[in-house]
């Protein structure tokens, strides 16, 4: 059963992830490191939200290449992420 308020939550947590991200890359004196590390949890925020919207029980993983792999079935658009993924 999809959990919506799960599913928002993570997506706020996605977008101020994302936000200090862009903050720490763009800074006078740049995270850059910090920012790649917020970054991927952005995105990893972001598919579990997407997850728990459509009621998939989330596996304990950091891994976005599994978390995309999860979602591919769902929206199959999610695969051309993979790359990208794999980076992060």
């Known amino acids: 059963m999809p959990d919506r308020d799960l599913a928002f939550e993570w997506l706020v947590q996605s977008e ?3 936000r200090g991200a862009r903050v720490l890359a763009s800074s ?3 995270l850059y490191d910090l920012a790649a ?4 949890q952005a995105a990893e925020t972001a598919l579990k939200g997407f997850l728990s919207a459509h009621g998939l029980n989330l596996e304990r993983t950091h891994d976005l290449v599994r978390l995309l792999e999860l979602a591919a079935p769902i929206q199959p658009g999610f695969d051309r992420f993979a790359d990208a993924a794999d980076i992060l």
């Open 37 to 40: 590390l917020l970054a991927q």
């Open 28 to 30: 006078r004196d740049p």
């Open 16 to 18: 101020r992830d994302l």
